[in-house]
């Protein structure tokens, strides 16, 4: 009897064994249903490449798109480009040269103007960049802080890309605009007659053996609203990167959306 009972007894915990096996297998495959338990995706190191390519295009495009406008930069005192360092003797200045403050807002305007107008042809010069550049640390740099996608590309292309871009500016500030002129004889109005004043100036400060006034001042206006246009965009890229990062799952690519989003989640 005794050994009747000791066999049901292994029957009985065999069969519960089993159960139980069972049972947690099933829990186990309902977790992964929900989520509950996200597995680690192998993601590759081309997987990252392909992921930052995406997500700088995304920013590039955007970028354009928002500073391409009427008023892109102009309307934004972030990015409004403003006279360059060097026109502070005019600033400071401005009540010995007639109509001078007119003169400066012109030129103002004028430069957002050709930054927004150039802002058009921006994308096509970055995505050729993107395109043809390879990246040994690709991880590195899909891991690293909110920018660094951004200020990698900055690094390996903004001389490149201001050789590119400068001609475009430059040949947007020579384009007549309101009252049929330019953003580039607007500056040079404004320079040639602050330096003729200045000239006076000097000369009498000379001849009084004072230090001469109202320096003169010389800039290459394409080269600096190139800069600050560019400075302009990649701020806007590296603010859509960082956008990416936080919310993967709002864009259309793939790679932005598994890569990322393993990123988010805590899976690579």
């Known amino acids: ?30 977790a992964g249903s929900y989520g509950a338990t996200p597995q680690k995706e192998a993601i590759t190191n081309a997987d990252a490449i392909a992921a930052m390519k995406d997500a700088l295009k995304e920013g590039i495009a955007s970028a354009s798109g928002k500073l391409s406008v009427t008023d892109g930069y102009f309307g934004d005192a972030l990015l409004r480009i403003m006279l360059p360092p060097e026109a502070k003797p005019i600033l400071d200045s401005v009540g010995k040269i007639p109509q001078g403050q007119k003169y400066i807002d012109d030129v103002v305007l004028r430069l957002n103007r050709s930054a927004e107008e150039a802002a058009k042809d921006v994308v096509p010069i970055f995505v050729d960049a993107i395109t043809t550049m390879t990246v040994a640390d690709g991880f590195a740099i899909i891991k690293g802080h909110d920018r660094s996608a951004t200020k990698y590309l900055e690094a390996k292309t903004r001389q490149s890309l201001l050789e590119l871009y400068r001609p475009k500016v430059e040949a947007t500030l020579a384009k007549p605009l309101l009252m049929n002129v330019s953003a580039k004889k607007s500056w040079e109005t404004l320079s040639i007659s602050y330096n003729k004043v200045g000239q006076v100036a000097n000369v009498a400060a000379s001849l009084a053996g004072k230090n001469p006034p109202m320096p003169p001042v010389e800039v290459d206006l394409a080269t600096y609203a190139t800069n600050r246009a560019l400075d302009g965009l990649f701020l806007k890229i590296g603010e859509e990167e960082q956008k990416i990062r936080s919310n993967p799952l709002a864009y259309a690519s793939s790679m932005i959306k598994k890569v990322f989003g393993a990123l988010k989640n805590g899976l690579l």
Not at 4 to 26: D, G, R, Y
């Open 1 to 30: 009897m005794k050994k009747k009972s000791a066999f049901f007894a292994l029957i009985i915990l065999v069969f519960s064994c089993f159960t139980f096996v069972s049972c947690l297998s099933t829990l186990e495959s309902l």
